[in-house]
């Protein structure tokens, strides 16, 4: 099922508050306690960029549809200040299914685009609407690598993560997120949208694909986790972020080809990088450095 909003959506509410589960739902999440060995867990980190090349292979282009839907969902995507051009930078661009049609209907920006898998950048290479004087794409595991070899440092007004953060491992989604910082302008956001706690396809997983508590494997080796406000809140904040929105979004989506209709549950926030939060953390740093170089010098100046 598409992660998207589509005209199937039938029912939408944005909510501070989870999903209340079925007696049959609730028993079986608590009957699937299990995870995969450590071998096998650390097996699938290693194979990861490999697992979503082979995504790519399969699926090429026509696994997700455009996402038109982003404008109406992030207003600050249509925000400019007068003359200048908005710089966005889309961690996990897939094949482009965000970023062509945004530089189609906005002339006035600029896309760094970056992803895991190298096929799914040569995609967005290899598409006629690839324009180097407005993109740049590259391939980035942006839980490690230098983004600042691509993307400059503080020069970034909007940065997204639709459906991304979830496919990172938890003990390196922190750095995912301090890596995103680094590259904002103060006052810059990060627009995100991912699964929220008790979404179908969470529902759906049978025992032997669970990891963590809230962290699956699919059965082509690629990963979600499936988020809390109160958790997304938390890395936020410890990234750095100011918090401005975070909420869950409920939906009703109708599968018609299966005769379905399931609870979709996605986390949609905007976090930001605020010049007051970025000075004071200078400063603090500042004020380490001083009382550190005071007690290797000592209070009579003789170190």
């Known amino acids: 099922m598409s992660d998207s909003p ?20 609730q028993e079986k999440l608590d009957k699937d306690k299990q995870v995969l060995n450590d071998f096998k867990q650390n097996k699938l980190e290693k194979e990861a960029e490999k697992n ?7 699926n090429t282009t026509k696994f997700f549809k455009d996402r038109h839907w982003t404008k109406r969902e992030f207003t600050e995507l249509t925000h400019f200040k007068d003359g200048e051009r908005l710089v966005v930078f889309e961690v996990g661009c897939g094949v482009g299914n965000f970023m062509f049609p945004l530089l189609e209907e ?19 290479k290899e598409n006629p609407k690839y324009d180097k004087d407005r993109c740049h794409a590259f391939q980035c595991d942006i839980t490690q690598d230098v983004v600042t070899d691509n993307v400059p440092a ?20 922190i750095m995912a997120l301090k890596n995103i910082f680094e590259v904002l302008k103060p006052d810059g ?46 890395l936020a904040s410890e990234a750095g972020f100011s918090v401005n929105t975070c909420e869950y979004v409920h939906r009703k989506t109708v599968n018609k080809k299966e005769g379905l209709c399931v609870p979709r549950i996605f986390v949609q926030a905007k976090f930001v990088k605020q010049i007051n939060h970025v000075y004071s953390d200078r400063k603090s740093q500042l004020d380490s450095c001083f009382e550190n170089v005071k007690l290797d010098i000592g209070e009579d100046g003789v170190s």
């Open 106 to 124: 906005e002339q006035n920006v600029f896309f760094y685009a970056c992803d895991f898998s190298k096929r799914a950048v040569e995609f967005v």
């Open 189 to 234: 956001c990060l627009l995100l949208r991912d699964y929220g706690l008790y979404d179908y396809a969470m529902l759906r997983f049978t025992p032997g694909h669970k990891l963590a508590e809230n962290f699956y494997v699919r059965q082509d080796g690629t990963k979600a986790f499936y988020f809390t406000i109160e958790k997304l809140t938390s």
């Open 52 to 58: 979503w090349d082979l995504f790519y292979k399969r």
């Open 6 to 25: 589509t005209d199937n959506d039938f029912f939408s509410v944005v909510t501070q508050s989870l999903r209340e589960l079925s007696t049959e739902e």
């Open 154 to 173: 503080i020069s970034v007004d909007v940065v997204t993560m639709i459906f991304v953060l979830s496919a990172i491992h938890p003990d390196k989604m």
